[in-house]
């Protein structure tokens, strides 16, 4: 549980962290500020490329530079949009991957924000289990070196 002090400190910095964002091509700015276990906030801002699929959105680069921080244990994440815009599908999957419990504040410029969750924006999400085989059921010239079947 965040208390409404961490809640609007996380909101103001998503808003600040918009003003950084490097949007040329749509004007789109997007701010996104998170909070750690540890109580550390982790910002981001969009950044486009002309090549479109270069584009990283503000919530994967707030989650991004976290980790490479060493920090986990996500609690909360602010998005702060021109007119309260909700992360987009490749972001609600990583923020599944990182922080599935997490409380998720979207906010527009003046701070009118709104309260969901990571399961709420993306309840039936694709998660590590479906990759991992089961190696007893692969055959023996498959399995990987050093690995016995029982």
Known sequence: MISDEQRVQLVKAAIGARERAYAPYSGYQVGAALLSEDGAIVI??????????????????????AVAEGRQGFVAM??????????????????????????????????QTRTTTVHSLLPDS????????????????????????S
């Open 78 to 111: 602010a998005v702060a949009t021109a007119d309260g815009g909700s992360p987009c599908g490749i972001c609600r999957q990583v923020m599944a991957e990182l922080g599935p419990e997490m409380i998720v504040f979207i906010s527009d410029v003046t701070g």
């Open 126 to 149: 694709f998660d590590g289990s479906a990759l991992v085989a089961d190696l007893r059921l692969l055959p023996r010239t498959e399995l990987p070196a050093g690995t016995e079947q």
């Open 44 to 65: 981001g801002c969009n950044v486009e490329n002309a090549s479109y699929g270069a584009t990283i959105c503000a919530e994967r680069v707030a989650l991004t530079r």
